[in-house]
């Protein structure tokens, strides 16, 4: 079926109005609001509408380029915005928590998929079942790329268990909505982060204490923004993008032309290095004088490209494909269930609070497009641990994703 809705600057027109309809409601004294919020966090409200142009069939999201403009264009320059009143000094000493939790999470994806396939196997042999480039297990082993680092991991492991066509793009939908319903959780859970912590008994004092100290920064430099300002928020901004661009444009040819085996850790891909050097770019600057700039709303900025991500996210999303393949989202439900219960048990044992419990499990299955995003939500001064934690997934999802292949195919009927 034909979409009704193809121009972009149609579609980006209704996202921004569905971002200043949730983020008016959710500050009004209306009676109504005010209950309606308690229960649904603006932020799921910015991923899940838009996701209904898709799924009533009035925009087809694989003829758009908006979610592309928002991932190279706008997550790099947030994530230089978000960065730049960074203590990184502090981020980094908010201990081994986080990345036990990342950790924890990539072993929950090793292993769920084998767990996945074996319970299913016992149940419904033929959902899993399959044989060549299309066996099921084969087909699974995209996702195990896709949900430890990102597409380039995902794209080398359909080159090394030689995944067919069919299966591959079977699966596609499901990668995505599985994930996106977990992440549509993660965003939910960070509206009640106190509670959720309160059970976990978690001792969040390290991440109360960055918090707190950026608030402090921001009181104490805020001021009203002119024009000046804002045109040097947004050079900063895209000024580190287009570096980050331009640097990418070099460094991943060069290696793929002289070091090929890099591939391996996605060293070839140019929006690997569009992040590493957006969020170096902002790193950097948070130790000079730039800093300041979150004094006229540089990170409000940066929040506001991200909530646009968040959109375009949310439009590629078709609640209703999950009906395509309801034996395979069965297979990837389960997976995704052994992943979450492992990081729930983790975290209860060493009382890690549900921040990294979030951003670990996002580091993973989304990478360095929704990990920020994620952070953010519970505070954007937090969005670097989603940053850095994503660039580690990516060197570790080709590893882990062929362990957990070669650990499919033991257990595949």
Known sequence: MQPILTNDAVILGILIFMLAFIFKTSKSSHPF??????????????????????????????????????????LP?????????????????????????FLTA???????????????????????????PD????????????????????TAMKEVFEVGDTIFSALLPIDVIVANFWMAFLLYGAGIAPRIDKWLRSDTSAIDEVRE????????????????????????????????????DLIAPWIEAHASYLKTYSLT?????????A??????????????????????IGSFFLYVLVATIGLKMNILAIL??????????????????????????????????????????????????????????????GVLLAVLGYALGTYGAWVCGILMSMVAP
């Not at 960065?83 to 908010?94: A, E």
């Not at 929950?108 to 044989?131: R, T």
């Not at 066996?135 to 995902?154: D, E, K, M, Y």
């Not at 989202?329 to 990081?343: D, E, G, N, Q, R």
């Open 213 to 248: 100290k950026v608030e402090a920064y921001r009181s104490k430099i805020a001021k009203i923004p002119t024009l000046a300002d804002l045109t040097s928020v947004l050079a900063v901004g895209f000024g580190v993008t287009a570096l980050a661009h331009f640097g990418a």
């Open 77 to 101: 320059a947030s994530i230089v915005l978000l960065t730049l009143s960074t203590d990184f000094q502090k981020v980094l000493h908010l201990g081994p928590k986080a990345l036990i939790m």
């Open 279 to 300: 969020t170096t770019g902002g790193l950097v600057l948070s130790f000079t004088r730039l800093h300041e700039l979150e004094g006229v709303g540089a990170s409000r």
């Open 106 to 132: 990539t072993v929950g994806i090793v292993v769920g998929g084998p767990i996945a396939i074996f319970i299913i196997s016992i149940l419904s042999p033929e959902i899993v079942g399959g044989a060549g």
């Open 324 to 385: 395509e393949t309801p034996g395979l989202i069965f297979v990837a439900a389960i997976w995704m269930l052994v992943h979450v219960t492992l990081l729930i048990f983790v975290a209860k044992l060493i009382r890690a609070p549900f921040f990294f419990l979030a951003v670990g499990s996002q580091a993973n299955i989304g990478g360095a497009a929704s990990a920020p995003i994620v952070a953010s939500a519970f505070h954007p001064a937090l969005a670097p641990v």
């Open 135 to 154: 066996a099921v297990w084969r087909g699974l082993t995209t996702i195990a790329g896709s949900w430890i680092g990102g597409g380039a991991n995902q």
């Open 33 to 74: 609001w005010k209950k309606f919020y308690t229960f649904v966090p603006a932020l799921l409200l910015c991923y899940f509408l838009p996701s209904f142009l898709n799924t009533s069939g009035l925009v087809a999201p694989e003829q758009s380029k908006l979610y592309f403009v928002a991932s190279r264009y706008l």
């Open 269 to 277: 891909s140019k929006f690997f290095w569009i992040i590493v050097i």
